[in-house]
T-cell receptor, first 111, second 114 residues
Framework: GIQVEQSPPDLILQEGANSTLRCNFSDSVNNLQWFHQNPWGQLINLFYIPSGTKQNGRLSATTVATERYSLLYISSSQTTDSGVYFCAVEGGGTSYGKLTFGQGTILTVHP | EPEVTQTPSHQVTQMGQEVILRCVPI?????FYWYRQILGQKVEFLVSFYNNEISEKSEIFDDRFSVERPDGSNFTLKIRSTKLEDSAMYFC????????????FGPGTRLLVL
């Protein structure tokens, strides 16, 4: 099946700093989503982005499907941005929407 | 904004018992999923469900697991003869269509098997 690798595994920032999280995947994708898992364990949808660039406030994401990677940018980080960020992909071809998740990036933002 | 809901939020059971986890997907969605996340690990796919039948299942989804959409609104995951290793957070998700559509996740049910 498709492989998903995220980097870095851990990231520690001071409030106000910017960061870039990366997601590499091993095959073509029909779907790519970024999630933020908050301290209560909830998975919050950030972006649906199988290709192209999107922005939502301080967050933006870019997926270069031909090169099989996606980037999540967080600008002016806040303590509430802390948590685990997951990239999840649905491989190309016949599929019923099965998402394969990466291992996640644990982000800690200090005040 | 419509959202996926799950009940209960927490469930504690004894090994060998049966549990039923409940989900109410977003009303106009047609594709339904269960995922699980063992503490500290990544989220793993269990099963997808469309048109009242399983579309795909993972090797985790053995014959102790079953899914059902009993009444057109609820979507349930049943685990029979629970094992210690079934302890995990279970997420339900739904999508209007498959591929090229966002999957929306519920808040999860934290299952602890003692």
């Amino acid at each position: 099946g498709i492989q998903v690798e995220q980097s870095p595994p851990d990231l520690i920032l001071q409030e106000g700093a910017n960061s870039t999280l990366r997601c590499n995947f091993s095959d073509s994708v029909n779907n790519l989503q970024w999630f933020h898992q908050n301290p209560w364990g909830q998975l919050i949808n950030l972006f649906y982005i199988p290709s192209g660039t999107k922005q939502n406030g301080r967050l933006s994401a870019t997926t270069v499907a031909t090169e099989r990677y996606s980037l999540l940018y967080i600008s002016s980080s806040q303590t509430t941005d802390s948590g685990v960020y997951f990239c999840a992909v649905e491989g190309g071809g016949t599929s019923y929407g099965k998402l394969t998740f990466g291992q996640g990036t644990i982000l800690t933002v200090h005040p | 904004e419509p959202e996926v809901t799950q009940t209960p939020s927490h469930q504690v059971t004894q090994m060998g018992q049966e549990v039923i986890l409940r989900c109410v997907p977003i009303s106009n969605h047609l594709y339904f999923y269960w995922y699980r996340q063992i503490l500290g690990q990544k989220v793993e796919f269990l099963v997808s469900f469309y048109n009242n039948e399983i579309s795909e299942k993972s090797e985790i989804f053995d014959d102790r697991f079953s899914v059902e959409r009993p009444d057109g609104s609820n979507f349930t995951l049943k685990i029979r003869s629970t094992k210690l290793e079934d302890s995990a957070m279970y997420f339900c998700a739904s999508a209007r269509d498959t591929s090229q559509e966002t999957q929306y996740f519920g808040p999860g049910t934290r299952l602890l098997v003692l």
